[in-house]
């Protein structure tokens, strides 16, 4: 048996280092941000965060005791240019600036989102003041994100809701109940943009037609946080 001499290099060159926090019961966000962050130069590091198999405002806040943790597995040696804590209503009940500091305390990481704050800075980049939202959870989860949103000066006019708390059944809603309730929230009155509600939810492939369909910008959990993520590292962010 030989033992064999190696040589180290620097770091790949790569344009940005990014990384999630995503829920242990999450099925869809790693998937739809490497279709909304294809570059195969910028990296993407994943940590997962124990959650509840049914989203309620109690098992959200027993996350907020599993954030420092979840930050910590990332990799030590990696510097990051952005990490998201991938969870809109998490953020809402946690608060933002708590996640956020959670988080830079336990990685290397210049910026600190998560979807709350993607989707406040991006409706501030649109000047959109007005969203139809849509939520896969029962009306009660989403409420403290609709106050959230209107202390950002934010209105949720329309709002419908699925009515369901098991994060297995949330990844399974398909396209056409999706289409008809972006639909509803569209037809219910004047709105700039039509939100689409949690990571789990399955969207990125309806966003554009349905964009084309309502004549207002269709925005989701995902394609908001990607949004930020890349305009916080320097990155193209026309994704809409």
């Given at each position: ?29 790693e998937l739809e941000m490497r279709q909304l962050i294809p570059e195969t130069d910028v ?126 059944t949330v990844v399974r809603i398909n396209a056409s109940s999706i289409i008809s309730g ?59």
């Amino acid at each position: 048996m030989k033992k064999l001499t190696y040589q180290i290099e620097p770091t790949l060159n790569q344009r940005a280092t990014l990384g999630l926090i995503v829920l242990s019961e999450d099925e869809t966000i790693e998937l739809e941000m490497r279709q909304l962050i294809p570059e195969t130069d910028v990296a993407i590091h994943v940590s997962r965060v124990r959650s509840g198999e049914n989203l309620t405002s109690e098992t959200i806040l027993e996350m907020k005791g599993e954030l420092a943790a979840a930050a910590s597995l990332l990799p030590k040696s990696a510097r990051f240019d952005c990490v998201a804590y991938a969870c809109t209503s998490g953020t809402s009940v946690i608060g933002a600036d708590i996640v956020h500091r959670l988080v830079a305390e336990n990685c290397d990481a210049t910026h600190v989102t998560d979807p709350l704050s993607a989707l406040i800075a991006y409706c501030q980049h649109a000047k959109a003041k007005r969203l139809g939202f849509l939520s896969p959870y029962r009306a009660d989860v989403s409420t403290t994100l609709r106050q959230r949103l209107s202390e950002a000066n934010i209105e949720t006019p329309s709002f419908a809701y699925f009515g369901e708390d098991h994060e297995a059944t949330v990844v399974r809603i398909n396209a056409s109940s999706i289409i008809s309730g972006a639909r509803e929230i569209a037809r219910s009155g004047p709105i700039d943009a039509v939100f689409l509600s949690c990571t789990n939810l399955r969207t990125s492939t309806l966003i554009a037609s349905l964009s084309n369909e309502l004549s207002v910008p269709v925005l989701s959990s995902n394609s908001v946080l990607a949004w930020h993520m890349r305009h916080l590292s320097k990155l193209n962010s026309d994704i809409f």
